[in-house]
């Protein structure tokens, strides 16, 4: 069975960072896709930042890119979103997925759908 566990939302002050991990278990990222997600109040899903082992190839939403950045970690099994320069535009409730793929098709980073594995979401929480 697959488990994504993640964490290290919080509430954070904007202009600030934080670094959320999401530990898979039954599920390696080496040789795999994996992303993150995130949905605000009243807003649909949207993916944040996907990253796809089978080419290196990573994707970002626009309004992230240059401030977010997503890295795995394949001794640990984990995936990272590393979170800077925070706007309040960013809160939502943030989910891990992982997928079986080697890459993802674009719209599946830019939606989720179609993703085959999902964590628990954390919340992040940005005061301006």
């Known amino acids: 069975e697959v488990q994504l566990q993640a964490s290290g939302g919080g509430l954070v002050q904007a202009g600030g960072s934080l670094r959320l991990s999401c530990a898979a278990s039954?599920?390696?990222?080496?040789?795999?896709?994996g992303g993150w997600f995130r949905q605000a109040p009243g807003k649909e899903r949207e993916g944040v930042a996907c990253?796809?082992?089978?080419?290196?190839?990573?994707y970002y939403a626009d309004s992230v890119e240059g401030r977010f950045t997503i890295s795995s970690d394949n001794a640990k099994n984990t995936l990272y979103l590393q979170m800077n320069s925070l706007k309040p535009e960013d809160m939502a409730v943030y989910y891990c997925?992982?997928?079986?793929?080697?890459?993802?098709?674009?719209?599946?980073?830019?939606?989720?759908?179609?993703?085959?594995?999902w964590g628990e979401g954390t919340q992040v929480t940005v005061s301006s």
């Open positions: 997925a992982a997928d079986d793929s080697p890459t993802l098709l674009t719209v599946v980073a830019v939606t989720g759908y179609g993703m085959d594995y």
């Open positions: 039954g599920f390696t990222f080496n040789g795999h896709s």
């Open positions: 990253i796809s082992s089978g080419d290196g190839s990573t």
